[in-house]
């Protein structure tokens, strides 16, 4: 079993920085694919807004590229979502998931990850 808790979310001015982090433990692989999504409203569809894929890759919603940044710290199951330039439109409940699946997978869709922390508020005033 795999546990996902993010933190690091709060209330930013537009234009301003936060930093989410997300630690997996339980039986995690070294190094598995990690997402971030975000859902705006409350039964709303999660939104695609970063990945990192098993060895190398990351890729982003095209309404984050460029100021939204995916990392992680292997050694501490630990991933990072770096926000800059934040925007009211970027208010939301971001979740971290974190797949223990091998093969290839679509890293956009909410489904394709196995396990979820319970997701931490972004509140962007303008």
């Known amino acids: 079993q795999v546990q996902v808790v993010e933190s690091g979310g709060g209330l930013v001015q537009a234009g301003g920085s936060l930093r989410l982090s997300c630690v997996a433990s339980?039986?995690?692989?070294?190094?598995?694919?990690v997402g971030w999504f975000r859902q705006q409203t409350p039964g709303k569809e999660r939104e695609f807004v970063a990945?990192?894929?098993?060895?190398?890759?990351?890729y982003y919603a095209d309404s984050v590229k460029g100021r939204f940044t995916i990392s992680r710290d292997t050694a501490n199951n630990t991933a990072y979502l770096q926000m800059n330039s934040l925007k009211s439109e970027d208010t939301a409940v971001y979740f971290c998931?974190?797949?223990?699946?091998?093969?290839?997978?679509?890293?956009?869709?909410?489904?394709?990850?196995?396990?979820w922390g319970q997701g931490t508020q972004v509140t962007v005033s303008s």
């Open positions: 339980g039986r995690t692989p070294s190094k598995y694919p």
């Open positions: 990945a990192a894929k098993w060895i190398s890759g990351t």
């Open positions: 998931a974190v797949r223990s699946r091998y093969g290839i997978y679509a890293y956009s869709v909410p489904n394709e990850y196995d396990y």
